[in-house]
């Protein structure tokens, strides 16, 4: 399961490192069953990499040329070996599987492509028992007393980000907010406030992040890490590793442990009937909390500040809530900047036994899910779903399944709230101090498995 603090040295965080892309690869023989695929919903009958690089690199035009073209349901082949995703775009849809039986419906499964980065102990690859154990432990840093407890260090990183920026400045958004939020998970949630170390990771942290969709359909093929960007990303990962186990040790050792309030030090003290998590337990929910919770939420920021910018009564309403508190507005705008452009393109499952969804009788070992893209550009779910209307969320809820970035179901994103409240911290920081005003147009593009502004969402601040 892991290691003790203080036992790992260079080699041995070599060969963990190692064993975990060599256990993980999607590509791996023993995972992998045979899938009846006769009565699936349609898809196109392209070539199963031509049908990947579509979903992965194109995914903003390509499934929603699958909807139009398929209808509400439909099926995707991908590498490896041509295994079928069936999408659904309804809301009622996306209740079945949500509510569907977390033993039949593997979210762990769903997420495999990730596994080389995130290790077999992530909450995001786990299903069952696991995910039900390593949820538990996790749910404490994570409820609304924790929250409370980091507004205060969020607000902190905030002011000092945009203390730094200059009147009349043009900036990329995206670039911004990468480094904010990238400051709050290193000391809110790593909890480091050691320069040299800060220094350290945050590169590494960088190009984990920065990971191209070429490299991620390279984890299909293992033999590929011995060459250029396959390479490269496996030898930063190995160095985040040796960076994240030495934090690790370090912290069971501090003195003031029992005081510390960041999530690593919260869960280094947490125990499940004498159960703790190991240090390789703890790597894999450190690296996940990262990799799910910097980008996306840096990603929602840039493009609330740019949509703000586009439109000066917008922007003034929310200059004005950010002066006088008015959270919920502020809140309003970050929901409707995650409707408007999603981050994450669809939740999924893999189906353990063959369940019915939507009418469709589907086998065992097809994954399923939602398309947030679909769900969240559907008119019959979001009038004038093109447009930026932060009051859709002013004072209420979107129609139940028709808003889900942060998924559904018992696997809903534990970091949900840390998300919501870091978003609305930082805008009320940087719009009680500037106005923004937009630079250009953007549209998304796609990098690792999320979706950025292709331009960085440019602002000039006044």
Not at 213 to 220: F, H, S, T
Request: aromatic letters at 6%; glycine letters at 8%; proline letters at 7%.
């Amino acid at each position: 399961m892991g290691s003790t603090a203080g036992s790992f040295d260079t080699d041995e965080i070599a060969d963990l490192a190692a064993q975990r892309h060599r256990s993980m690869s999607p590509s791996r023989g023993s995972a992998l069953r045979p899938v009846d695929r006769s009565a699936l919903p349609p898809g196109p009958r392209w070539p199963v990499f031509a049908q990947s690089v579509g979903l992965l690199r194109f995914r903003h035009r390509f499934v929603p040329w699958l909807h139009r073209r398929y209808g509400d349901v439909f099926t995707v082949r991908l590498i490896p070996q041509g295994r079928p995703l069936v999408l659904f775009t309804r809301p009622e849809h996306a209740k079945e599987i949500f509510a569907g039986d977390p033993e039949v419906f593997h979210a762990g499964k769903g997420n495999a492509i990730l596994g080389p980065m995130m290790g077999e102990h992530s909450l995001l690859l786990q299903d069952s028992g696991q995910h039900r154990r390593a949820r538990k432990l996790l749910m404490p840093a994570f409820n609304g007393h924790a929250l409370h407890g980091y507004a205060a260090l969020v607000t902190e990183v905030a002011r000092a980000e945009v203390a730094s920026w200059q009147r009349g400045q043009e900036l990329r958004a995206l670039d911004r907010m990468n480094a904010l939020t990238l400051e709050v998970i290193l000391r809110v949630v790593f909890g480091v406030t050691d320069d040299a170390r800060l220094a350290q990771l945050r590169p590494r942290v960088n190009r984990t992040v920065d990971i191209s969709p070429v490299v991620l359909l390279g984890w299909g093929w293992p033999r590929l890490q011995r060459y250029g960007p396959w390479k490269r990303t496996v030898e930063n990962a190995l160095e985040l590793d040796r960076l994240i186990y030495a934090e690790i040790r370090e912290r069971r050792r501090a003195p003031d442990l029992t005081e510390r309030t960041d999530v690593l030090s919260r869960l280094i003290r947490i125990e499940d009937g004498g159960d703790a998590l190991t240090d390789t337990e703890l790597r894999d929910q450190l690296v996940t909390l990262l990799l799910a919770g910097h980008e996306t939420t840096a990603t929602a920021l840039a493009w609330a500040l740019y949509e703000v910018g586009r439109d000066p009564a917008l922007l003034a309403r929310s200059r004005e809530a950010a002066r006088t508190g008015d959270d919920a507005w502020l809140d309003a705008v970050l929901k409707e900047s995650m409707r408007l452009h999603p981050v994450i393109a669809m939740v999924v499952r893999t189906l353990t036994k063959p369940a019915t969804i939507g009418g469709w009788d589907l086998p065992a070992g097809v994954t399923i899910g939602p398309s947030i893209l679909v769900a969240h550009a559907r008119a019959d779910n979001h009038p004038e779903p093109e447009a930026f209307r932060p009051e859709r969320f002013l004072g209420q809820s979107p129609p139940v399944n028709t808003w889900i970035p942060f998924g559904g179901g018992v696997r809903r994103c534990i970091g949900a709230g840390f998300s919501l409240m870091e978003g609305v911290t930082v805008l009320r920081e940087v719009l009680a101090a500037y106005d923004v005003t937009a630079v250009g147009d953007d549209e998304p593009k796609v990098r690792n498995i999320t979706s950025v502004p292709r331009r960085g969402a440019r602002i000039r601040v006044h």
